[in-house]
């Protein structure tokens, strides 16, 4: 039994080197992805994490172009395009009749297709592949380096700027009089979240890479009430679903990215019927108020 549970589960990593880089760059963009998943459903902006992980394609698409699969010059670019997509889309909000919404659905589409078009035009179809899905098996020292400086920079600025941010969340009003200035924490918090969609990239590809924020913090919704400890159960099940992610990946010669995603979905699932936000417990207790 011992030794079943050895091969299946520690035995990968233990073997090979690209398989615990994988788990350190998976379990590292937990930490600091999924809390900011934690801020956005808080403000109501669940889908701009989306959004932005297809508007940094663009970016991403123009360094491969010139400078090849180069790290920096993609994570470069695809910070920058994230920046300008969300900078464009506040700028339509404010000087138009559309919704910020609106607009950055509008924008994100226009550069997703662009991105697309640029690789495909300029690099072959694994290019293209491995841009939009990823390869978390394929992470090699540089790309760890990234991940473990963004993770990084980004636990101390949430841990730093926690309370003006749980502020601007709940009360921006109450912010602005205090003078503080509300537009700075969010474009702060936006800077966070570009730059650990760019991070994401390498491991889980730029239409992936959202999945390992939002889907463990809309799962920890359903089990606690209070922030702190949303933001610890978001980074759980990240971690959990990366390492079940990789397990199964390795076994089943899987796309690591797809495969993660897949495992958050699953504990998403789950939370769904039985955490004490979901259907199970609600619909005993709906039972129990009608006997």
Same mark, same amino acid.
């Given at each position: ?9 520690? $035995? ?11 788990? @350190? ?10 809390? &900011? ?17 297809? $508007? ?41 009749a559309l919704k910020e919404? $609106? ?14 078009? &640029? ?15 990823? !390869? ?18 980004? @636990? ?6 926690y309370r003006g941010l ?61 922030? +702190? ?24 010669d899987t796309p690591s ?13 789950? !939370?769904? &019927? ?6 199970? +417990? ?10």
């Amino acid at each position: 039994m011992m030794h079943a549970l050895w091969e299946l589960g520690v $035995a990968p990593f233990a073997e090979f080197a690209f398989m615990r880089r994988a788990l @350190v760059a998976t379990l590292a963009l937990s930490l600091s992805a999924a809390p &900011l998943g934690v801020f956005l459903t808080l403000r109501r902006m669940s889908l701009l994490g989306d959004a932005l992980s297809h $508007a940094i394609l663009p970016g991403v698409a123009i360094g491969f172009m010139l400078c090849g699969l180069s790290l920096t010059a993609m994570a470069l670019g695809g910070v920058l395009a994230g920046m300008l997509v969300a900078a464009l889309a506040g700028w339509v909000s404010r000087t138009t009749a559309l919704k910020e919404d $609106a607009s950055l659905a509008a924008i994100y589409l226009v550069a997703l297709a662009l991105g697309v078009t &640029l690789v495909s035009g300029h690099g072959t179809q694994l290019d293209l592949l491995h841009i939009l899905f990823g !390869s978390a098996l394929g992470v090699d020292n540089a790309g760890l380096q990234l991940v473990a400086w963004v993770a990084s920079i980004s @636990v101390l600025a949430l841990a730093a700027g926690y309370r003006g941010l749980v502020l601007e969340s709940f009360d921006p009003v109450f912010l602005a009089a205090t003078g503080h200035r509300g537009w700075l924490w969010q474009q702060g918090f936006l800077m966070l979240v570009v730059v650990n969609l760019v991070a994401g990239f390498q491991t889980l590809g730029t239409l992936m890479a959202v999945g390992l924020m939002m889907l463990p913090a809309v799962s920890a919704r359903l089990w606690h009430d209070t922030l +702190p400890a949303q933001l610890l159960n978001a980074s759980a099940q990240a971690m959990l679903a990366g390492t079940a992610g990789l397990l199964l990946s390795y076994h089943l010669d899987t796309p690591s990215g797809p495969t993660i995603i897949g495992c958050a979905g699953a504990l998403y699932g789950l !939370s769904l &019927l039985f955490a004490p936000g979901g259907w199970l +417990p609600r619909a005993l207790a709906r039972s129990h108020r009608i006997a």
